[in-house]
């Protein structure tokens, strides 16, 4: 993964729902390495703007450009420099964990260094690999999304509320997981109410309750 | 000027604006020709030979059928441009079709019916065009029931125009498969290529109801749309100016 | 850096659907049932009387198998959207259309296909001469695939709205009236021995403009949807 060239930038955004204006002439720049930290009350419109990174929502005015290229026009290949974990966790409870990773994996594009088992052995679910996710706890379901991080190259990670359900043990592991994400360049964007400590890694925050 | 006239007429306000001079001139001149048709159709054409004094209906039902094609070919087109280019006013006009749309659809169905009651004896057959054009008050009712059914509005616009597109693609489809399936209906009377079937004294009053018809959508459709912009700008400066009267 | 293939991809999809409806093969048989119950019903319905049947029974037939199609339609998309799957394959590294193809390919494989299979017992029910049941299967063939297309785009729109089922019917139904006429009307002249080429091509056709035209729609649909 190159962390050089990379950038993420924002201008004009603005959010409108149910009559309400959410966000306006939100304008922010993401360069390698560095975390973006979206806060504001429940309903300020921060799961909105988060999809609107991902293009999965048209922003009601603005523009999101990744290396300088508007990601509407990108489609799949904006997506594929992409991880998006919301909050549903987006796995099949029908499926074994590793049932799970290998189709998320083939969604995406495959990072080499991580194995199936040693990503989900690197979030604490050694022996936890061929159980059907329904019978895992909420923690540990949560946990099996998040190891999609692990096994995917992809620069930037997209996170809404990735600490649910996580007990401090998971959370300090995924902390580390995003630090040494940052520290190979790569670039997040999550909503939290966790208090969110990274070592190196500089965290930009953005209060939407006061952007409208 | 051409490109700028275009470019100003997307501001819902210019649009309210200007959309508000044109209709009573539009109404007025659909109001004469109606009238001008009605009395060339009903009392100037000669009787039919074979349908006697109740074929004079066509006058209704041609147009009628005509309209319905016509708006949801627009309702598509304007579908579609809003959802390429995003252009407010498109999805507007789209959205605002779809009723007169469905209303021509039905006023086709009932003169068909009833003009269908002398000629063969029943108050429906489910003969080719009659069918198609229920399928076609179904597709209306579809992109309608869609649009209405998704809370927020240009969500709502956007899965209505792709509904709109997938249904025009159909319409030739599902017309020859229903042509295809039943063949009771007369040939058509008026085509643009053949010297047209009936007399040309019967024909003229069904030229200028066609006109009248389209005059009518356009006087409407701008009542709607002016209506459906006020209602999507209403946090607007200009539209609460507007209402409170300044 | 280089990116799984589409074809695994695609792959991957397909086999992924397949396996859980296998896990959950109870649902997989009540289109079937429906496909059985509505056609033995006519019968029950309006007499036993077999002229009647055979001349009605191409289009009870098909009638049926649109009914079931459309029961059958809901559950393509609706899990996955409720469990935040179907955002991931939007957010995918591939071309959604396709991978909106794998799917609905898995849906007609566990929808389409056993009424392909269970026809021919239907034919024998309400009386059709061999040479129409041979072509029922054969209007099936080409038929059900049309539908579940269709369908798809449907569902598509419908997906993220409360009481979509009711809509998705509505906004359905009249697209898959072409297929019925000509399917019903390619097994009725079958059952009179008259050659059905023409309906066949049609049928044929159709099934050629859906496969390239109804999962880019679909793939539409969906972005919208999932806003």
């Known amino acids: 993964m190159n962390g050089q060239g990379i950038q993420l930038r924002a201008s004009g955004l603005a959010c409108i729902r149910d009559d309400r204006v959410l966000f306006s002439e939100l304008d922010f720049t993401l360069g390698p390495g560095e975390v973006l930290l979206l806060e504001g009350r429940n309903g300020s419109g921060k799961t909105s703007l988060l999809r609107i990174l991902c293009s999965i929502r048209l922003p009601d005015e603005g523009t999101v450009l990744w290396c300088d290229e508007d990601i509407q026009e990108l489609g799949p290949d904006y997506h594929a420099r992409l991880s998006y974990i919301g909050h549903r966790d987006g796995i099949k409870h029908d499926l074994t964990a590793q049932e799970n990773l290998r189709m998320a994996r083939a969604l995406g594009t495959p990072d080499g260094r991580w194995s199936i088992d040693r990503a989900l052995e690197a979030f604490g679910l050694y022996g936890f690999e061929d159980v059907p996710t329904r019978n895992l706890s909420a923690g540990q379901q949560r946990r099996v999304a998040l190891s999609r991080l692990l096994i995917t190259r992809a620069p930037l990670w997209i996170l809404d509320e990735p600490f649910t359900s996580l007990d401090r043990h998971g959370i300090q592991a995924f902390e580390g997981v995003m630090e040494r994400h940052t520290r190979e360049g790569g670039m997040i964007v999550l909503t939290t109410h966790h208090r969110v400590r990274l070592a190196d890694a500089p965290v930009h925050a953005i209060n939407l309750s006061h952007e409208s | 000027m051409i490109t700028a006239f275009f470019h100003k007429l997307s501001s819902p306000k210019y649009f309210y604006g200007i959309a508000g001079r044109w209709i009573p001139w539009l109404g007025g001149a659909c109001l004469l020709l109606t009238l001008a048709g009605l009395y060339q159709g009903l009392v100037v054409a000669p009787t039919d030979y074979q349908q006697g004094e109740s074929y004079r209906i066509i006058y209704i039902h041609v147009p009628a059928a005509w309209m319905s094609l016509f708006i949801y070919m627009v309702m598509a087109g304007a579908g579609a441009i809003g959802l390429i280019w995003r252009i407010k006013l498109a999805e507007v006009i789209a959205i605002s079709s779809a009723p007169i749309g469905a209303s021509f659809t039905f006023l086709a169905l009932i003169t068909g019916s009833l003009w269908g009651k002398p000629m063969w004896g029943a108050w429906w057959v489910w003969d080719a065009r009659l069918t198609s054009e229920l399928l076609l008050l179904f597709l209306y009712l579809g992109v309608i029931a869609l649009y209405n059914a998704v809370e927020d509005k240009r969500t709502a616009s956007r899965a209505a125009a792709i509904l709109a597109i997938v249904g025009v693609v159909n319409i030739p489809i599902i017309h020859y498969s229903v042509e295809w399936w039943n063949t009771l209906h007369q040939g058509p009377t008026v085509t643009k290529f053949d010297a047209p079937s009936i007399d040309i004294r019967m024909l003229i009053p069904l030229l200028i109801m066609a006109v009248a018809f389209k005059l009518y959508y356009v006087t409407v459709l701008l009542m709607r749309a002016r209506c459906e912009v006020l209602e999507r700008e209403r946090n607007s400066k200009w539209a609460q100016a507007l209402v409170t009267g300044k | ?227």
């Open chain 3, 1 to 227: 850096m280089s990116h799984s293939s589409l074809t695994q991809a695609f792959g991957l999809l397909l086999k992924r659907d397949l396996v859980l409806a296998l896990r959950r093969r109870a649902e997989m048989v009540n289109p079937l049932l429906f496909f059985v119950l509505i056609t033995s019903l006519f019968p029950l319905g309006f007499g036993a009387d077999t002229s009647l049947l055979r001349a009605a029974g191409p289009g009870l037939i098909w009638v049926a198998a649109l009914l079931a199609a459309l029961l059958s339609l809901e559950g393509m998309f609706r899990s996955d959207f409720e469990d935040g799957t179907l955002e991931q394959i939007l957010l995918s590294a591939h071309p959604v259309s396709v991978l909106v193809l794998a799917k609905v390919l898995a849906h007609w494989l566990v929808t389409g296909l056993p009424l392909i299979l269970v026809a021919p017992l239907l034919g024998v029910l309400l009386a059709l001469p061999t040479q129409a049941i041979e072509v029922l299967l054969l209007t099936l063939l080409l038929g059900t695939p049309v539908l579940s297309l269709i369908g798809a785009v449907g569902v598509g729109l419908t997906v993220g709205l409360r009481r979509g089922g009711v809509i998705l019917s509505l906004l359905v139904l009249p697209l898959y009236v072409p297929v019925l006429i000509f399917a019903s009307d390619a097994v009725a002249t079958a059952a009179a021995g008259i050659p059905i080429t023409a309906q066949l091509y049609i049928l044929g056709a159709m099934l050629v403009l859906a496969l390239s035209l109804a999962p880019l729609a679909t793939a539409a649909s969906l972005k919208i949807s999932l806003s």
